[in-house]
């Protein structure tokens, strides 16, 4: 067992999760757990559960759960050891000197894209940078902001970096994995451009965003990192890592369109923002925002692309749940022109009073539409009470289809009706696809879940497993029984709440197994419903095997295997 595994165990041990997280929720007990309002979603009433026994808690709503130290670092916005370091704290255990030496997934990567990054800010400092720094001064961006964002360029040469970097060892293979070099030329992938680094969650550099400075003709004005190993474009927002801390203190979260706006937007103290640069929110990207539980303000560009930008957005952030409102500014472009014209006070007048989404979206829904046609003036009518089919709020609902009845001379209670309808399909279309997710979990599914979730609580379901089974059908089943495993063999141990933490320390299947402890939470823990599970395994396991020996049958041509494969296929039956 590492040190590092340790002393997480160790604080675990000593942090008993309903003293920490009453520190930060109030709680109630109810029988022999405790209740909270769950502030992973939009609660109302106490939906997540606090066992003292297990260690773990579950959201019956939303379905959060885990340990700990799962619990402080989705409640802080913080990385797993920055949470245990939190929780240490609490118990008086020092893990800070600790997790500094645990290895770190990607380092080597990390560490190479930290010295690249070093090394365009150095020439921005040369002689060969003065050009650029003139360019970033017009653009107002001066050396303190410089220094902020580790602005920095790559040099006209085309092969300067990766001759730096093959003779520390690298090869180009290597390189263009990493989008710093092209593996075709052995060339620089960035030339002559003003460098931004990429950060990830953790301040990381993973990537780098090059604008042109020199009006080169045939170029693109921003050529970005390839995907990598370690940069993923779908799993970033530009300036994340510094927006998850300062919405502690702001309570709320800008959303720009470009690096620019971030930049200028910090530079005046507004650290609170995040640049979608150029691309509609991904799945990852939303759950990223999710996470920081404060109002989102989508201040996207003030022209026809940022307007379809903000509808299709919001779209994605209303769907999520997300408190969201709109920041629509005026006469200039984007924020970054904004502020340098008009100042950050002036901005701020504008945060202070923003639109709600669905009356950006009702007048957005004119768009393109001539109202005096009856056609034009339905499909509109229609789109706004679609609109409101996920509205909660009575009040909203009544004042805007008293404003469409006015306005367009249409009957009250004709448009509530009409409303009320598309409510009810909707609620049968959800049950449908409720009811056909239940069907494609299938017994073998719920089965190797329920078995890698005993296996969680105690040796004995180890050894059961090991005598009576030793496979699961899907692989990622099988990558988390051989972490339980390898957790079993370390510790001599087993236990729900340090296999989290051990599996948090290695990020490795965390999201899977936290969604099989809040799938199994209520199953009996028993011998018996382990060998349950296990038969059904084993019976899936033969049918299977059935089933292919019937298909190598119909192909076979040699008589005397004909017969064997019979015989064998007899022999399963009777098992069965």
């Known amino acids: 067992?590492?040190?590092?595994?340790?002393?997480?165990?160790?604080?675990?041990?000593?942090?008993?999760?309903?003293?920490?997280?009453?520190?930060?929720?109030?709680?109630?007990?109810?029988?022999?757990?405790?209740?909270?309002?769950?502030?992973?979603?939009?609660?109302?009433?106490?939906?997540?559960s606090i066992s003292f026994e297990k260690q773990i808690y579950k959201c019956f709503v939303c379905g959060a759960s885990g340990n700990v130290f799962t619990f402080v670092k989705?409640?802080?916005?913080?990385?797993?050891?920055?949470?245990?370091?939190?929780?240490?704290?609490?118990?008086?255990?020092?893990?800070?000197?600790?997790?500094?030496?645990?290895?770190v997934k990607n380092k080597k990567e990390y560490e190479i894209m930290n010295f690249?990054?070093?090394?365009?800010?150095?020439?921005l400092k040369t002689s060969l940078g003065n050009k650029a720094l003139k360019y970033l001064k017009e653009r107002h961006i001066d050396e303190k902001t410089i220094d902020k964002f580790k602005i920095g360029i790559s040099l006209p040469s085309k092969n300067n970096l990766t001759m730096i970097l093959n003779k520390k060892g690298l090869d180009i293979s290597y390189l263009d994995n990493l989008g710093l070099s092209t593996k075709s030329t052995s060339y620089d992938y960035f030339q002559n451009r003003i460098m931004f680094p990429l950060c990830d969650e953790d301040g990381q550099v993973i990537g780098f965003s090059a604008r042109i400075y020199n009006n080169e003709a045939n170029q693109p004005k921003y050529l970005n990192t390839k995907e990598t190993s370690i940069f993923k474009k779908g799993e970033f927002l530009y300036n994340y890592n510094v927006a998850k801390k300062e919405v502690k203190k702001?309570?709320?979260?800008?959303?720009?369109?470009?690096?620019?706006?971030?930049?200028?937007?910090?530079?005046?103290?507004?650290?609170?923002?995040?640049?979608?640069?150029?691309t509609a929110l991904t799945n990852y990207q939303v759950n990223m925002i999710k996470k920081l539980r404060v109002p989102v303000y989508l201040m996207l560009d003030n022209d026809n692309a940022g307007e379809e930008a903000t509808f299709r957005n919001g779209e994605i952030l209303e769907k999520a749940n997300i408190d969201l409102k709109v920041v629509r500014l005026i006469d200039y472009k984007d924020p970054d022109e904004f502020i340098i014209n008009k100042g950050i006070e002036e901005l701020l007048k504008f945060l202070k009073k923003p639109m709600s989404y669905l009356s950006f979206?009702?007048?957005?829904?004119?768009?393109?539409?001539?109202?005096?046609?009856?056609?034009?003036l339905v499909k509109y009518i229609n789109d706004v009470i679609d609109s409101l089919k996920n509205e909660s709020d009575d009040l909203t609902i009544e004042v805007v289809l008293k404003k469409l009845s006015k306005q367009y001379d249409l009957d009250y209670n004709n448009l509530l009706k009409k409303l009320n309808n598309n409510k009810e399909k909707r609620e049968e279309k959800k049950a449908?696809?409720?009811?056909?997710?239940?069907?494609?979990?299938n017994k073998v599914t719920i089965a190797s879940e329920a078995i890698i979730y005993l296996m969680m609580q105690d040796p004995i379901y180890i050894k059961i497993y090991q005598k009576k089974l030793g496979f699961l059908p899907l692989k990622k089943h099988r990558n988390i029984i051989n972490d339980i495993l390898y957790f079993y063999?370390?510790?001599?141990?087993?236990?729900?709440?340090?296999?989290?933490?051990?599996?948090?320390?290695?990020?490795?299947?965390?999201?899977?197994?936290?969604?099989?402890?809040?799938?199994?939470?209520?199953?009996k823990v028993s011998t018996n419903e382990m060998e349950n599970y296990i038969k059904v395994i084993n019976e899936a396991l033969k049918k299977e095997k059935i089933e292919k020996l019937k298909r190598e049958l119909k192909e076979e041509n040699n008589e005397m295997r004909k017969i064997e494969i019979v015989k064998e296929i007899t022999r399963i039956k009777k098992e069965v």
């Open 489 to 523: 063999e370390l510790n001599g141990f087993v236990n729900m709440a340090d296999f989290i933490s051990f599996s948090e320390d290695r990020q490795v299947n965390i999201d899977n197994i936290l969604e099989i402890i809040n799938n199994n939470s209520e199953i």
């Open 250 to 278: 702001s309570r709320k979260l800008i959303i720009v369109e470009g690096q620019m706006d971030v930049i200028r937007l910090c530079a005046n103290d507004v650290n609170y923002c995040v640049a979608l640069s150029g």
């Open 116 to 123: 690249v990054c070093k090394y365009y800010q150095n020439n």
């Open 74 to 103: 989705d409640y802080e916005n913080v990385s797993f050891n920055e949470a245990v370091q939190i929780v240490g704290k609490m118990v008086g255990i020092n893990y800070d000197n600790v997790h500094k030496n645990t290895p």
């Open 1 to 48: 067992m590492t040190n590092s595994t340790s002393i997480i165990n160790e604080i675990r041990e000593q942090a008993d999760i309903v003293t920490v997280i009453s520190s930060y929720l109030s709680l109630t007990k109810k029988g022999k757990n405790y209740f909270a309002i769950c502030p992973f979603h939009d609660d109302h009433t106490p939906s997540m």
């Open 361 to 376: 979206k009702i007048n957005y829904l004119k768009k393109n539409k001539n109202l005096k046609e009856t056609k034009d």
């Open 432 to 441: 449908k696809v409720e009811i056909t997710k239940e069907e494609k979990k």
